[in-house]
């Protein structure tokens, strides 16, 4: 969404009275939409709490099938994107369009690192049978409701991975702009806006991390 | 009075449907009090301040702390009345007499079925005696969706799920016969869902139950064993046996008709392909009706049973 | 464009400026061909398409309507099985909340005024607004579809297990909401930060009109409780296609924790219906009373408050569904005190009325008529709210008819008063007066004669959802059957007068209410940018004891044209550009 | 205007040094373990602490327009209205009403 808003290169839309009324437009636009996010993801983990709130014996058994060093590396590789996405921002502010780019192609290789982490995690379970809902087959957890675990966690991460994906894309779409100069310290609003946005992803998976891999 | 009472709601049988009654009629006479007074103010206002000439001035009044503090505060007072009452009752509906007679209530698509203590399985008809409570413990069939039994002459209303149980109570003050509803949409049948509480004296009880427990099922005539299937396993709530069309076809006049099938395939309804409908239903589907018959006739039926089945399809010529 | 003024408080140097009668070019006309409405970005015509949207949904909800009416006419079967009847009745719901009221209030008369009302040029994000057309219409898409493969069946509001068991198409429909349910963040997200941002110098939040708070109110709690419908919704789909076992209780999953998720979107979602609803009844009564609204700041401050314990109470909706008796305890509790703002704003209203000049234009009948309706929908909803009272009641049709008396009673009748109202604003043609109230008499009989029965059958007992039932309730039936025909007619008058002003209706003047508020200074119909001047406003939009010419602002862009020369100097108190 | 404010170069390194450490107390905190229910008490009090340094160093919060703020916090505030409110339902049934 941040994105429709702010197609018009530098130049101040119609509507606006400055670029200072439209940068901070957009920012709360896109302040308000990390809220809808919020509450979209929460509906996830009002599930989550209460069926751990449930079944805690099922929390602790499942969350030995998943691979806190995987969750660990992810964690950090986010945070890590994380950091170079605001150092993209920062470049932007200071007129630096080389390392805008640059440091956007590291933000995006962090996520897909981060990627293809997920994948190992996932192909290692399907493997075994861990698989959502109906098609679990897996028997190594002693529990009828072993596969409802595994769809919340699958639900949740699948969710949260697409984000990434989208993520991913809206950071193609802004190393192609920024290549074409259209960002500068007069002009980054969807540089900023799509920070935003990929903190949020961050920040998610910074509380799907102990919840989902850290159960003892 | 009584007969406005009357009018707007069922006559309350049991013992806290009195209480309930109480609540309504007070909130309806304070709502039509309100509702009058703010008519009376509109139409009142609406002629006395009508515009006169379009010059028409008005005074300038944004607003008036003592009138606005009174009309957050009646209502406030209100509601907390309301509330509370409403709160009194509901503890009482929901806590059964320590001695209750339990009843176990089975609801699926699209029937009921009902077993008391010692063993008397009834359908789509509760049996209770007058003056005692009685404690529902309810649950939707396995694997089904969710009901809810209404029975509204006792101000009772529960919804039942598959997966555990939910309780109800109430005590019938009088003797007779109380409808009750499925309330929770379940479906095609939904509608057809509902049944009696047939409330007896203690005597009629007692009588009743000796004649239930008396009834030996395996000499009963097959035709007659089939009645009483047809009754208590679910049928009747989506086949009738008088030509009139439920959820599926009516069973009378069935047997040895010509039946099309979705598949476009025709066959006659002789004995064997009834047992087949009833104990596959899934395989041949009737054209024009959903593919919807439970699938569950194998393991609930005895074979007896289905056989009696077909004798009393027979017969409804 | 811009207006080069920077007034943080200052004194502003304002020129009044004529409003252009009957302009040769406005917005309907300053583009021509269809592509320029479908990729307009005007937000004024994003409105009007919203309107002919909502107008077409209302027409076939109503049509099913009067069909599962005619149904219900005798207990027997008379022109459907009961599958027949289970689908239609689903549509009817989930058409007549979906797609027609949730953006018929907001998304249709918000988009075009509220704009116009700040004194901006468009919303915050005009091509967001249009995408949200675009994803309400892809969404309605949808829904059609399910009509076509298989209509849904499961009642509008989807419970489990029967929606994952059922063979119609659940996952077309629910994911056409799904997608509808975006449409309506995005409005809400882009109505919050144009509200914010683009009030015109001057508009201070204390000289918003209520139309705005309300809008406000409503667009916090779009963006707040629909993400929560859309990953309800999203789960149910996945219940369906994977069997993920969250709301299928044969799978380990839990229905009553669907039936929370579900209301945790739709009781609030009630509120996005009505509280729009609230803001027009403050315009009209307002404009017709002649008179400053009584009691501003309560009338603003009680949408934000309903907004927020709106929020608190879904479970009101569950008080039989098996929920814990804890929680059904306090969701009464809470749901009460939804009341009391809404008794303020009542009693508000009436006293603007009061003292007042009152003109009954079809717009102030509309008015009066939802005051008496809706106070017959909230109180009943005060009897629904009471535990005990509604072990009885719930799933009858007294349910029913609360939801029809706010819904239809208080939702339908503001916005047809709102349609009324800004219809020469919007076509610049006058509706018939005469007409306009026949129908507006026709709508109120057949109304409450098909809906009063319904308190009555359902207080006797008789479930919703039914397709037949037992012959002790026919003649309440058949008098809301009956009612709902007279009802018919008067939505075919307003259809047709409607149509015929557009054709042949007298030409509108720019203010024909004498109405105070930015919409009505500014041409019937707008500029194609709302405003040939930035507005700076320095009255209140109910100052009624002020002269109007007091109202007529602008800042004159360039003098040479309309601009009187001989400019008079105002002073624009706390004229903050922000 | 505040929202342009550019954010020390510092500032980063050492939030994205804090929340790496905070990552590494975290994993160790599980292999402590703490009896249920702390250890999700803590695993959450540091999952906020660090939601806490990105919403302010990384997203900016706390050079911004306070309204900003306002949206997030309310939005938390709701999300726990939902899980609270819910779990007077999922955490009391069948207990009846003899809790008074
Ligand atoms: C526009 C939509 C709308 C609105 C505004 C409301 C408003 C209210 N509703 Fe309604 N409701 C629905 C739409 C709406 N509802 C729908 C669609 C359903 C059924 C859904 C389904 O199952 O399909 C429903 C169902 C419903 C139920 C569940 C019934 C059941 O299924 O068992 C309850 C129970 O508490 C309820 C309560 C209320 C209350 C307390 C209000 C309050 O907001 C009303 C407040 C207003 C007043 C109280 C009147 C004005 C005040 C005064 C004149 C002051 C004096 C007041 C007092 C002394 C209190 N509603
Ligand atoms: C906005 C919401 C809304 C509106 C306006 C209506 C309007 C009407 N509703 Fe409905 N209704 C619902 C929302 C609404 N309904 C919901 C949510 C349900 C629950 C569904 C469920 O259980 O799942 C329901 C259920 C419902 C039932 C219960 C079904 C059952 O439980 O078995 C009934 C029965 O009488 C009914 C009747 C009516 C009638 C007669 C109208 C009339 O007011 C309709 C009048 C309208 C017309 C007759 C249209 C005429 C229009 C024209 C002729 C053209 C005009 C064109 C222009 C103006 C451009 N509705
Ligand atoms: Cu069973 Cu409705
Ligand atoms: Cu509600």
């Known amino acids: 969404m941040a994105n429709a808003s702010t197609i018009n290169n530098s130049r101040v839309q119609h509507h606006f009275r400055n670029a200072d009324q439209q940068f901070s437009s957009s920012k709360l636009g896109m302040w308000l939409f990390l809220f809808t996010e919020v509450m979209f993801f929460g509906g996830l983990f009002v599930a989550y709490i209460i069926y751990r709130a449930w079944n805690p014996e099922l929390f602790t058994m499942a969350a030995t099938e998943l691979d806190t060093l995987f969750g660990a590396v992810n964690t950090a590789v986010l945070i890590g994107s994380s950091l170079t996405c605001a150092l993209a921002i920062r470049a932007a502010q200071t007129d630096n369009t080389k390392m805008v780019v640059n440091y956007l192609l590291i933000t995006i290789a962090l996520a897909t690192l981060f990627l293809v982490i997920k994948y190992f995690e996932y192909t290692a379970k399907i493997e075994i049978g861990i698989l959502p809902g109906a098609m679990y087959t897996f028997e190594g957890i002693d529990h009828p409701k072993a596969s409802v675990f595994f769809s919340i966690y699958y639900m949740m991460t699948g969710l949260h991975g697409l984000h990434v994906v989208i993520g991913i894309g809206l950071m193609i779409w802004l190393v192609i702009r920024a290549k074409a100069g259209d960002y500068n310290s007069a002009y980054y609003t969807p540089v900023e806006i799509t920070g935003l946005y990929w903190h949020l992803v961050d920040i998610i998976w910074i509380f799907l991390f102990p919840l989902m891999y850290l159960i003892d | ?317 | 464009m811009e207006a080069t003024t920077n007034g943080n408080g200052k004194t502003l140097k304002v020129r009044y400026f004529d409003i252009e009668e009957n302009p040769e070019t406005h917005y309907l006309n300053a583009e021509k061909g269809i592509k320029s409405w479908l990729f307009t970005v005007d937000h004024k015509r994003i409105g009007i398409m919203y309107l002919a949207s909502i107008a077409f949904f209302f027409l076939i909800g109503g049509i099913l309507a009067l069909v599962l009416r005619t149904e219900l006419l005798t207990p027997t079967e008379n022109l459907m099985t009961a599958e027949q009847y289970n689908r239609v009745f689903t549509l009817h719901g989930a058409i007549m909340v979906f797609l027609f009221i949730i953006p018929s209030i907001p998304a249709a008369l918000g988009n075009f005024l509220l704009p116009i009302m700040l004194g901006a040029k468009d919303v915050a994000f005009p091509r967001l607004n249009l995408a949200s057309f675009w994803i309400y219409s892809i969404g309605a898409l949808f829904t059609l579809a399910s009509l076509a493969v298989n209509p849904i069946d499961t009642g509008w509001t989807f419970y489990t297990p029967y929606s994952v068991q059922t063979g119609s198409a659940v996952i077309l429909m629910t994911f056409g909401v799904f997608i509808m349910g975006f449409s309506s963040i995005l409005t809400g997200m882009n109505f919050i930060v144009t509200i914010h941002k683009l009030r015109a110098p001057g508009l201070t939040w204390g000289r918003m009109p209520l139309f705005l708070w309300a809008m406000y109110a409503t667009s916090v709690i779009q963006v707040l409780a629909t993400p929560v419908l859309a990953i309800t919704l999203a789960l149910l789909i996945m219940e369906r296609t994977l069997g993920i076992g969250i709301f299928d209780p044969a799978l380990g999953g839990d229905p009553v924790l669907y039936q929370h998720f579900f209301w945790f979107y739709s009781h609030p979602a009630v509120y996005i219906m009505i509280v729009p609803a609230f803001g027009v009844i403050s315009e009209l009564i307002g404009t017709f009373s002649r008179k400053t609204v009584f009691g501003y700041w309560a009338i603003a401050m009680s949408s934000l408050a309903i907004a927020f314990i709106g929020s608190l109470v879904w479970g009101h909706h569950m008080f039989v569904s098996g929920q814990s008796e804890l929680s059904t305890v306090v969701f009464s509790f809470l749901t009460f005190f939804v009341g009391i703002p809404t008794g303020i704003k009542i009693f508000n209203w009436l006293a603007t009325m009061h003292k007042g000049s009152i003109d009954m234009k079809t717009p102030m009948v509309y008015a009066c008529m939802f005051l008496f309706l809706f106070t017959i929908g909230g109180v009943t909803g005060i009897m629904l709210g009471a535990i005990s009272v509604n072990v009885h009641l719930h799933d009858t049709y007294y349910v029913v008819a609360h939801f029809h008396y706010v819904m239809m009673g208080g939702t339908v009748i503001a916005f047809l008063g709102g349609l009324h109202f800004w219809w020469p604003k919007m076509t610049g043609k006058m509706y018939n007066e005469f007409w306009g109230k026949i129908a507006s008499a026709f709508i109120f009989v057949g109304f409450n004669l098909t809906f009063l029965p319904q308190f009555i059958m359902g207080s006797q007992g008789m479930p919703r959802r039914y397709y037949s039932y037992i012959e002790q309730f026919q003649t309440m039936h058949q008098l809301s059957t009956y009612g709902s025909y007279v009802l018919g007619v008067g939505f075919v008058i307003i259809a047709v007068y409607l149509a015929h002003s557009l054709v042949k209706g007298a030409q509108a003047p720019a203010n024909p209410w004498g109405a105070r508020s930015l919409d009505w200074m500014t041409s019937s119909p707008p500029d194609q940018h709302n405003f040939k001047y930035q507005p700076v406003v320095s009255n209140g939009a109910y100052d009624y004891h002020k002269p109007m010419a007091d109202f007529t602002l602008g800042i004159a862009e360039d003098p040479a044209h309309h601009g009187h020369d001989d400019a008079v100097k105002v002073e624009a108190e706390k004229a903050e550009i922000r | 205007m505040s929202s342009h404010h550019i954010i020390p170069l510092k500032v980063l390194l050492s939030t994205t040094f804090a929340l790496i450490v905070l990552t590494v107390i975290t994993v160790g905190v599980f292999y402590v373990n703490i009896p249920p229910p702390f250890d999700v008490i803590v695993a959450i009090i540091l999952a906020t602490f660090k939601a806490t340094l990105v919403a302010m160093f990384f997203m900016g919060l706390y050079y911004d327009e306070k309204f900003n703020t306002v949206v997030l916090v309310f939005s938390l505030l709701f999300f726990l209205v939902f899980v609270g409110i819910t779990m007077l339902d999922t955490m009391f049934r069948d207990t009846g009403l003899n809790i008074w």
């Open chain 2, 1 to 317: 009075m009584e007969y406005l009472t009357n009018f707007f709601l069922p006559s309350a049988e049991s013992t806290y449907a009195a209480n309930v009654d109480a609540l309504f009629h007070f909130i309806n006479i304070v709502s039509l009090i309100l509702l009058v007074g703010i008519t009376i103010a509109i139409i009142y206002f609406a002629i006395k301040y009508r515009r006169k000439s379009q010059e028409d001035t008005t005074p300038l009044i944004t607003h008036n702390t003592t009138l606005e503090v009174t009309w957050t505060v009646i209502p406030l007072i209100l509601i907390l009345i309301v509330f509370g009452w409403g709160f009194n009752d509901y503890v009482e509906m929901r806590t059964p007499p320590a001695n209750s007679y339990e009843v176990y209530v089975e609801s699926f698509s699209f029937g009921w079925n009902f077993e008391h203590p010692n063993g008397i399985k009834e359908s789509n008809n509760l049996t209770v005696p007058v003056g005692t409570p009685v404690r529902l413990i309810m649950r939707s069939r396995d694997g089904d969706v969710l009901h809810s039994f209404f029975v509204p002459q006792f101000r009772l209303k529960q919804d039942l799920m598959p997966n555990r149980n939910t309780y109800a109570w109430f005590e019938a003050k009088n003797t007779g016969q109380f409808v009750y509803f499925c309330t929770e949409y379940c479906g095609g049948g939904h509608s057809m869902m509902n049944g009696t509480v047939t409330v007896l004296t203690a005597a009629e009880f007692d009588e009743w139950n000796e004649e239930e427990l008396g009834r030996d099922l395996d000499a009963l005539p097959l035709a007659e064993l089939g009645r009483l299937v047809y009754q208590q396993a679910g049928c009747q709530g989506c086949h009738s046996v008088d030509g009139s069309s439920r959820v599926g076809p009516t069973l009378q006049g069935l047997y040895m008709r010509e039946r099309e099938f979705t598949d476009g395939s025709t066959r006659i309804a002789d004995e064997d392909y009834l047992i087949e409908s009833i104990l596959y239903p899934q395989e041949l589907v009737n054209v024009g009706y959903p593919n919807n018959m439970p699938n569950i006739y194998q393991q609930t039926l005895s074979e007896r049973e289905v056989l009696g089945l077909v004798e009393f399809i027979k017969e409804l010529q």
